[in-house]
């Protein structure tokens, strides 16, 4: 099984991310995430979504992805050239005796406390899959209330766009 | 000049005119009424009422299979767009060009489970090219035309319009041609340059070559071409179940149809090949048996215009993508520049597949039970009626053998359910066949189980003097099931006896019916009276023609892989196999 991201550039039509998800439930893909928004153009979103594939299909999956008629462009995103963060809310049970330890933990991960209560933090986590799982783990101890996280987004480096080369 | 303000009703009508849509098969109902009254005064456009949505789908199918043009259908919200599911799904499978126009429920109603309301775009997602819901008039001549495009553009297919009737009783300035916006649709019909040495090349090493041609050769009219490619390289051709007339079957170099019930030799030419030039044709389950015993030994070309197929089941050293007709123009030139009349040596290939053409030709056995053989009575169809007329079959045991026994000179004389397997395709199909092409004689060859799946549309035919042939191939049974269970359920017979053959009670009659519905029904039960019913239905033109042949319930379709097993394993008749020479046996 072996992970990949792909980016999608898509026209922002009704049923769209029906189109995309159907796609993927009838030809046997697995999505592991996916993150849908617009983009700097009027009229086109992005879908990043991370595939699981076992041995030949992922090139099934980004032609069958290229023949739905609203998808504008499919790239596979490879980690070396590309940025890749997640983005979690976390609600962490605390107290007066585990707060300031909880409160170590998210200077060391340089993540943010945005909401505070007597018996709870939230916290607000940015980073790769890799270090935002490592973050949950230290947390884990103090007990975890609610957690939930955007999928995977992911944007190549330097100064090229998918966009643009599209829009010529 | 200002633009004409017209009803959205009337902007389908319009646009649809001037697309180009000479003929639509449909049923109104409430949700696309409106489009319905500016119809009725539209001369460009004949409408023809069918009597079940269904037959309206496969109609427009059997209209674009006979003709290459595309088929339009229409019908209501709700059951009526149900009911062309499995007509969209059909040309889904099939790559037929395709246009479904729905009514849907005002748009402010979409959402509430309203009377006929049904999420059509929904429902026929996974079974479209592409899908539209319309909720505004000024919107519908850019969707249609951008429809049209899509579905007979690229690969052909079926395009879903689902309009709401608010934005059918809508008013908008009509703006023709409108603006076509569609970023993401650009199909490649050009063939790669390297690609195409690289397929010559490959083409000149081959010792065992094989032309594997599917379907795509008939939907891009490339059988022209196809012939010359043959005459250039002189190798054997197969033609799959969707191909058949792509290639002459006259022709010497035609091995005849590969797959589970293929020829012996087309099916051992593909399992023997040092190379598979596949055109327009996808390794379909039906085609290889078992994948990873399929033609071990070949390298593959793979031409095909749509890119998702290549690849997909079998591995592509040349992977070509464009349209077959531009690819084989492309790859003749460069093979005539290359071998300057020279024809690669495959004279040892022809040997061996010659001998096997000899040794296994097609043939059948007589019924046990004193009825006639039903390859007797669908050669004689195909002899007597000759290579212009189109044939549209159901599915089952007479589609094979009317692809079997039936000679197929040219494309879009063959008309069936290939991907999907559509009991009831063919009288609807037939109806529609001889709309685009009245002056051909049409032949709808039909099982008694298809038959009674669709036989309203006789109804159609008689009213709008569309007067197809009908012939039942009466086993008064589901043949191919009934067969699966003779050979692999120890012939236990469950649930496959329709009671429809003349020592059964007969319900329905089919001569009875066939008069019912103004045909002329003729019964045939003996051989020797087969072609007088044929010659007298080919000169009854006044009304459709329904034949009722009554033949052997045991009759079997051969040869046959059984399913899942490897093309090895192809048997000419019950438990014998093809003997091999010394040495054959890999």
């Known amino acids: 099984m072996s992970h990949h991201v792909l980016s999608l550039l898509v026209e922002d039509r009704p049923g769209l991310l029906t189109r995309v998800a159907g796609l993927f439930a009838r030809r046997g893909f697995n999505i592991e995430s996916l993150a849908v928004g617009t983009t700097e153009v009027e009229g086109l979103s992005r879908i990043t979504v991370v595939v699981s594939v076992e041995g030949l299909p992922l090139e099934q999956v980004t032609k069958q992805l290229n023949k739905l008629i609203n998808v504008i462009k499919v790239v596979e995103l490879e980690p070396e050239t590309t940025v890749q963060r997640d983005h979690m809310l976390i609600k962490v049970k605390t107290d007066a005796a585990s707060r300031s330890q909880v409160l170590e933990a998210v200077t060391l991960f340089r993540a943010r406390v945005i909401d505070v209560a007597s018996d709870a933090l939230i916290i607000e986590v940015t980073g790769e899959t890799a270090k935002c799982q490592a973050f949950i783990k230290v947390l884990e101890p103090f007990g975890i209330k609610e957690l939930v996280q955007s999928g995977v987004l992911a944007i190549g480096r330097g100064s090229k766009s998918i966009t643009e080369k599209v829009l010529k | ?88 799904a059909d040309a889904h499978m099939d790559s037929v060009p395709l246009l479904a126009i729905t009514g849907q429920v005002n748009s402010t109603a979409i959402g509430t489970d309203a009377f006929q309301e049904a999420d059509i775009v929904g429902i026929t997602m996974p079974i479209t090219k592409h899908s539209f819901l319309v909720t505004k008039a000024e919107d519908i001549p850019g969707v249609l035309a951008a429809a049209v495009l899509i579905a007979t553009t690229g690969r052909p297919g079926p395009v879903l319009v689902d309009i709401a009737k608010d934005a059918q009783n809508g008013k908008a ?73 792509a290639f002459p079957d006259s022709d010497p170099q035609n091995l005849g149809m590969p797959g589970m019930h293929g020829t012996v030799p087309a099916v051992t030419a593909l399992q023997r090949s040092d190379l598979l030039i596949t055109l327009g044709a996808r390794f379909d389950d039906r085609v290889t048996g078992q994948v990873k015993t399929f033609a071990v030994g070949a390298k593959v070309i793979h031409v095909d215009i749509d890119p998702a197929e290549i690849g997909k089941i079998r591995f592509a050293d040349v992977p070509i993508v464009g349209d077959a007709k531009e690819v084989i123009a492309e790859l003749n030139a460069e093979l005539n520049a290359d071998l300057k009349g020279t024809k690669p040596d495959i004279a040892e290939w022809w040997k061996f597949l010659s001998d096997l053409r000899t040794r296994y030709p097609l043939g059948y056995t007589q019924p046990d039970d004193g009825k006639m053989s039903p390859q007797f009575v669908i050669s004689r169809i195909g002899e007597l009626s000759g290579p212009e007329a189109i044939f549209a079959a159901g599915v089952g045991q007479h589609q094979m053998w009317s692809a079997q026994f039936i000679k197929y000179e040219r494309p879009n004389s063959w008309l069936n359910s290939g991907g999907a397997g559509t009991m009831g395709y063919a009288v609807p199909a037939a109806m529609g066949a001889k709309v685009a092409q009245p002056e051909r004689l049409v032949w709808a060859i039909d099982g008694d189980g298809c038959f009674q799946m669709t036989n309203q549309e006789l109804a159609t035919c008689t009213i709008n003097n569309i007067p197809i042939k009908v012939a039942i191939i009466n086993n008064s049974s589901l043949g191919m099931v009934r067969q699966w269970q003779t050979l692999f359920y120890n012939s236990r017979y469950s649930n496959t006896d329709l009671n429809t053959g003349t020592d059964t009670i007969m319900v329905p009659d089919f001569v009875k019916l066939a008069d019912a519905y ?31 042949f009554i033949v052997g319930r045991d009759a079997m379709v051969w040869p046959m892989v059984p399913a899942g097993l490897s093309n090895d394993a192809v048997q000419f008749a019950r438990d014998e196999r093809p003997v091999w020479e010394e040495g054959e046996e890999e």
């Open chain 2, 518 to 548: 103004g045909c002329l029904g003729i019964r045939v039960e003996k051989e020797e009276d087969v072609d007088a019913a044929i010659k007298l239905a080919m000169e009854t033109n006044d009304r459709p023609v329904v034949i009722d």
């Open chain 2, 1 to 88: 000049m200002a633009n004409e303000v017209l009803t959205g009703a009337q902007a389908i009508v319009r646009s649809l005119e001037l697309l180009g849509v000479t003929d639509i098969f449909g049923l109104p109902g409430g949700a696309i009424l409106p489009t319905y009254d500016p119809l009725m005064d539209s001369t460009k456009i004949r409408h023809i009422l069918v009597r079940h949505e269904q037959g309206a789908g496969h109609a427009a199918e059997g209209y674009a299979s006979a003709s290459g043009k595309l088929g339009v259908c229409i019908a209501t919200s709700g059951p009526g767009a149900t009911n062309l599911v499995t007509a969209i």
């Open chain 2, 173 to 245: 300035e009509f703006v023709w041609p409108p603006k076509i916006d569609l970023p993401g649709y650009k199909p490649v019909t050009k063939p790669h340059g390297k690609q195409i040495q690289a397929a010559a090349q490959l083409i000149k090493e081959a010792k065992r070559p094989v032309l594997y041609v599917g379907g795509g050769i008939v939907r891009a009219g490339a059988h022209l071409e196809l012939l010359e490619l043959a005459k250039i390289i002189g190798a054997p051709v197969v033609t799959t179940l969707m191909a058949r007339g």
